[in-house]
């Protein structure tokens, strides 16, 4: 029996990022490769190359060949939401799935051992998922103490938006489309473009639920926005520790903060 093969599936987010990092002396003949569904953020592309460079090894990128728009119109125009995922299942899981094909897989998946979900893991019998920071018993704060050493660092989205994804993804807060709005302004026209109302029943289909971009971008809202956002920092935040860098205060921030409950998160393929 041929030995199987061993993949690493990248987010572009801070917890698969690292465990490339964790392997790549441990698993030579890895695999790194990257679901790519032409809706991510440029600061995205930019940390995959960081960690190209630190791999000494090509990510390969895989994406459905039809796209987001496709599906758009094969959903009836539904945009993707938390109750009906198809964006994830239709340019994630399923180019995933394809590029590994019948071959035996061990699946590397980077839920840490401070984690309680189970995340995404294949019904394909030829694929096997693998936890190592559950084995190996890293934490959050492991996750970032890991990516400073290694030189790669944080994605620079960090700084506006928490997670990895699309630049419309449905799970963001409201805080993160105004940190589109203001770091890509032509992206979030580009996600505004998407909303609409039915003529016929009034309904609207919107990123956010009960607001549309455009309610979301008016001058008033956005200071309201930021304000929310300020005032559940400093509740949330037990203890301020200023002049630390980026990647300790990320560390020590409450999980709560930066990660949203259960039912509101992206599947790992989307988010780690
Ligand atoms: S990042 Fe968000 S919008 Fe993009 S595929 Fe994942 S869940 Fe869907």
Known sequence: MPSPRHI?????????????????????????VFTDTQ???????????RLEGFLGKRIVRLSD???????????????????????????KLKPFEKYVGSDAVVNYVGIRADEHREGYISTKPNIKSIFPFKEHGIKKADVFRILEESGVGLPTYYKWRTRSGCFFCFFQRRDEWAGLLR????????????????PETGQRYTWAQG???AEL??????????????????????????NLPLVKVLAASDDEDDEPDEDERACLICEL
């Open 8 to 32: 690493l599936g990248l987010s572009g987010g801070k917890d698969s990022t690292a465990l490339a990092i964790f392997m790549r002396d441990r698993v030579p003949e890895m695999e790194y």
């Open 39 to 49: 809706k991510e953020l440029p600061e995205t592309y930019e940390f995959l190359s």
């Open 65 to 91: 060949d039809r796209g987001f728009d496709h599906w758009l119109k094969v959903y009836g125009g539904y945009l993707p939401s938390s109750r009906m995922r198809w964006c994830t299942r239709m340019l």
């Open 183 to 198: 770091e890509h302004p032509a992206l979030f026209e580009e996600a505004k473009a998407y909303e609409r109302i039915d």
């Open 211 to 213: 607001e549309s971009l």
């Open 217 to 242: 971008a008016q001058p008033e809202r956005l200071v309201q926005i930021r304000n929310n956002a300020r005032k559940r920092e400093e509740e949330q935040r037990k203890a301020p520790q200023p």
